[in-house]
C-alpha cells in the first residue's frame, strides 16, 4: 500500500481551520500520554485496590489510542506503509534464536 500524498501543515491561525486531522492527532497524545502516566502511578499506590483499578485499566487506554490509530489511518490522517511480501519475509529472516541459554528466575519477592 503506497503512502497517499497529502498537502504540507502550518499552524492553524483560527478556529475555523481546526480539523479532525488535528483533534484526532490530540486525542491520540493525550490518550497515549495518558496510559503512560497510569502506567508509571500504579506502582506508587499504596492502596492495594485503588493500585489494582489503576493497572486494570491500562488495556482500555491503550485500545482506545489503537482505535485513534485505525480511525487515522482509514483517514489517511497517520499513514502507515505496508511493506511488500518480499521484504517482510526478508526481515522475518534476519533473526534467529540465540545459541546461549537464558535463565529465568521463578523466585518472587514478597
Keep these: 500500500m503506497a503512502l497517499h500524498r497529502v498537502s504540507q501543515k502550518k499552524p492553524n491561525a483560527n ?3 481546526v480539523k479532525e486531522t488535528g483533534i484526532s492527532a490530540h486525542m491520540l497524545g493525550l490518550i497515549k500520554s495518558t496510559s503512560s ?5 500504579a506502582p506508587e499506590v499504596t492502596h492495594p485496590v485503588f493500585r489494582r483499578v489503576i493497572a486494570d485499566s491500562i488495556p482500555d487506554w491503550i485500545e482506545m489510542a489503537y482505535e485513534i490509530f485505525l480511525y487515522q489511518n482509514k483517514h489517511g490522517y497517520y499513514q502507515v506503509p505496508k511493506l511488500q511480501q518480499a521484504d517482510m519475509t526478508a ?6 534464536t540465540s545459541s546461549t541459554n537464558i535463565k529465568t528466575s521463578t523466585t518472587h519477592l514478597h
Design 15 to 17: 478556529l475555523s481551520e
Design 37 to 41: 502516566l497510569f502506567a508509571m502511578a
Design 91 to 96: 526481515m522475518l529472516n534476519s533473526f534467529t
